[in-house]
């Protein structure tokens, strides 16, 4: 969990997955939750909040680098003016796509991705691109 405060807004967010790849294959496959949730107290006070569980495919292109996508259910909720969906709280289908480096160490991971997702909400979609650092078990 991750919680960061720039002036009076808030930005509090967190990622948990879990995923298989067999060794020495290019292809992997895993489950992941997601929580995102900006709170906005300077012109406008607002709060925006995203959940996501997503089901995602890897291709390891080399061994260091990666290509990663999937399908998932995001519901996101509105609190105040946020003027980006139709009603206070919303459950959409939408995707990911992105690629990352792994950067292994004795008996754990560290990787860097960047992944672009999109939800296809009531007419149009809305984006946001985390770069996300952790750490592979």
């Given at each position: 969990?991750?919680?960061?405060?720039?002036?009076?807004?808030?930005?509090?967010?967190?990622?948990?997955?879990?995923?298989?790849k067999?060794?020495?294959?290019?292809?992997?496959?895993?489950?992941?939750?997601?929580?995102?949730?900006?709170?906005?107290?300077?012109?406008?006070?607002?709060?925006?909040?995203?959940?996501?569980?997503?089901?995602?495919?890897?291709?390891?292109?080399?061994?260091?680098?990666?290509?990663?996508?999937?399908l998932?259910?995001?519901?996101?909720?509105?609190?105040?003016?946020?003027?980006?969906?139709?009603?206070?709280?919303?459950?959409?289908?939408?995707?990911?796509?992105?690629?990352?480096?792994?950067?292994?160490?004795?008996?754990?991971?560290?990787?860097?991705?960047?992944?672009?997702?999109?939800?296809?909400?009531?007419?149009?979609?809305?984006?946001?691109?985390?770069?996300?650092?952790?750490?592979?078990?």
């Amino acid at each position: 969990f991750y919680a960061r405060r720039f002036g009076e807004d808030e930005t509090r967010w967190a990622i948990v997955g879990l995923g298989i790849k067999p060794p020495l294959a290019p292809i992997g496959a895993g489950l992941e939750g997601m929580f995102n949730d900006n709170a906005f107290k300077g012109g406008a006070d607002a709060s925006f909040r995203i959940l996501a569980a997503t089901a995602n495919v890897t291709y390891t292109a080399i061994p260091t680098a990666y290509f990663i996508g999937g399908l998932g259910m995001y519901n996101a909720k509105c609190a105040g003016t946020c003027g980006l969906f139709a009603s206070a709280s919303e459950t959409d289908v939408g995707f990911n796509l992105g690629g990352g480096l792994n950067i292994p160490l004795t008996g754990l991971g560290v990787y860097v991705e960047a992944r672009l997702h999109i939800i296809n909400t009531e007419g149009g979609s809305t984006k946001f691109l985390p770069i996300t650092v952790g750490i592979k078990f």
